[in-house]
């Protein structure tokens, strides 16, 4: 009796993988795709630049005045001949400059002068050489070019020192003496009397009228830091002081002053700090009575009711009769 022999049936899948040139291509179409879109943004990029520069450079250029009169001198003919008719006249001196050099004047004087130099050697044959004459400067007396072409020149004039401007200084007094009638002394910086009267001195060093100004002005200023001294107010007095001495930097009376309303102001401070540390004292004192006598009290309602002394203010309870 035969075995059957048993056969393997092959399984074949549903879905069959696919081949490697497909699997391939996918990857190639997206790596097209993905570069055809980079150069393109990089293309719209650059567009985009260059657009922006030539607007930029139109705008630039449409700010020149040239461009906006330009249609209008091409439309009308007068405006370009008017422009040449401009610039020709310029043109022409130069050029007529340039036709008349001073060597012809020259050169026609020396024919003159040869005919005596060939005519000094006549025993020479035809072959001899002929001798020039020696060229003679332009600047020689004799030669006719040289005085009428160059004429002489002018002696030097010496310029004389500009005299002072004397109106200017009469009015910078007049303008110094209404500031001084309106109070405007020192102040305010754009124009007082103190710098009116200096700028006549930068002028006029030693004018009289000025040097009188700044001498009443530290005058003004010492009298009324001496009030001020005297009702007691040494700050107000260093500030008329300060004044003054801007005007006289100098001035022993205004110096001296200040001394006096510097150590009038320090004895006010003094005399301030002493009062501030009776005051502390005063106050240091009353609190400390008080704190005794908050102890005292408190002392006292601690105490039995027997041991308290009578208040006799109290009219609360029984009627006494």
């Known amino acids: 009796m035969k075995l059957a022999i048993p056969t393997a049936t092959p399984h074949f899948p549903d879905n069959p993988p696919t081949s490697d040139d497909e699997s391939e291509s996918e990857p190639i179409g997206a790596v097209l795709l993905s570069g055809f879109l980079r150069w393109l943004r990089h293309f719209a990029i650059y567009m985009g630049a260059v657009l922006a520069t030539c607007a930029i450079g139109l705008f630039f250029l449409w700010q020149i005045p040239i461009v906006h009169e330009l249609p209008q001198l091409l439309n009308s003919g007068e405006g370009v001949s008017s422009l040449l008719a401009a610039a020709t006249p310029s043109s022409r001196p130069t050029a007529r400059l340039r036709d008349t050099p001073s060597q012809p004047t020259t050169a026609s004087v020396a024919p003159a002068d040869s005919p005596p130099a060939t005519a000094a050697n006549p025993a020479d044959g035809p072959d001899a050489t002929p001798t020039t004459p020696d060229p003679q400067p332009d600047d020689a007396p004799d030669s006719p ?166 208040n006799y203010q109290n009219n609360s309870g029984f009627n006494q009769r």
């Open 145 to 310: 070019t040289a005085s009428t072409d160059t004429p002489a020149a002018p002696p030097v004039e010496e310029i004389a020192p500009p005299q002072t401007p004397q109106a200017e200084i009469e009015q910078l007094l007049a303008e110094a003496q209404q500031q001084m009638d309106s109070r405007r002394i020192t102040a305010p910086a754009s124009g007082n009397a103190l710098n009116t009267y200096r700028h006549v001195l930068e002028l006029q060093p030693e004018n009289p009228v000025a040097l009188a100004g700044i001498q009443r002005i530290a005058a003004y200023y010492q009298n009324a830091a001496e009030q001020s001294l005297r009702q007691g107010q040494p700050d107000e007095s260093l500030a008329y002081l300060g004044r003054g001495l801007r005007a006289a930097p100098n001035d022993q009376a205004l110096l001296n002053l200040r001394r006096e309303a510097q150590l009038a102001k320090q004895q006010v401070q003094e005399a301030q700090e002493e009062q501030a540390l009776l005051e502390e004292a005063r106050r240091q004192q009353a609190e400390r009575q008080q704190r005794e006598e908050l102890q005292r009290r408190e002392m006292e309602t601690q105490q039995p009711w027997w041991q308290q002394p009578p």
